[in-house]
């Protein structure tokens, strides 16, 4: 395989909408309410288990996802207006800074119940691997064609983007401190922007195809 044959383009729409939907640095917050109380050495085992746990739903949702929409009858085309329209709802939560609100709440629910595995409830579903970042799995999944390089991509994202959020996680005092409540709402929203964009383009890409153009 040749430099110039590797799907760059496709690698770049990838990452970016992973980690847009993701949104790593945007869940310390959430990451911080929810351990809260817990030992100091438990926190490293918690993010390990949440990022294993959204990673195995992510990529199961690129490699399966497809076949998922055909036994049920559903055509990619349709899914990726679907799957933009609901992108589009979670970017526009981002930019009036809605979704943090609901990050909290979930986070806080989970602490007064005492949930025992905080790792896949709240942090690894729905923070990590919620709707949208399950949507743009699939929907980069159909992208791919079935090219076997671009779906390597897309796991590779996937697993990038999970060490990424594990990094965050073990440095969630420390960032939480730094960036502060101010440059979380300023980087929210705009990340919130790009997302939006994004999920217009999943729009027209949907309708293109569907109308033959």
């Known amino acids: 395989m040749t430099f110039t044959a590797i799907p760059f383009e496709f690698l770049v729409s990838a990452l970016v909408t992973i980690l847009v939907v993701v949104d790593p640095v945007g869940l310390v917050p959430a990451f911080l309410a929810v351990t809260h109380g817990l030992p100091e050495k438990s926190r490293p085992h918690v993010a390990v288990r949440a990022c294993l746990i959204a990673t195995a739903i992510l990529a199961g ?7 998922l929409l055909h036994a049920l009858s559903i055509s ?3 899914f990726r207006i679907a799957g933009g329209l609901l992108l589009f709802s979670i970017a526009s939560e981002m930019v009036f800074g809605v979704r943090v609100t609901r990050q909290t709440e979930a986070a806080e629910q989970a602490i007064e119940e005492r949930v025992r595995n905080i790792a896949a409830f709240p ?80 729009v027209i890409d949907g309708v293109k195809v569907t109308m033959g153009g």
Not at 185 to 193: C, E, N, P, Y
């Open 76 to 78: 990619l085309p349709a």
């Open 123 to 202: 942090l690894a579903i729905p923070l990590m691997a919620g709707p949208g970042a399950i949507t743009a799995s699939v929907l980069l999944s159909g992208r791919s064609g079935g090219d076997p390089v671009k779906l390597a991509m897309l796991l590779a994202v996937i697993a990038a983007i999970m060490g990424l959020c594990l990094l965050v996680f073990l440095l969630a005092t420390r960032i939480g401190n730094l960036l502060g409540s101010t440059a979380n709402m300023v980087m929210s929203r705009l990340l919130g922007v790009l997302l939006a964009a994004l999920a217009v383009q999943f």
């Open 61 to 67: 949702s690129a490699l399966i996802g497809n076949w």
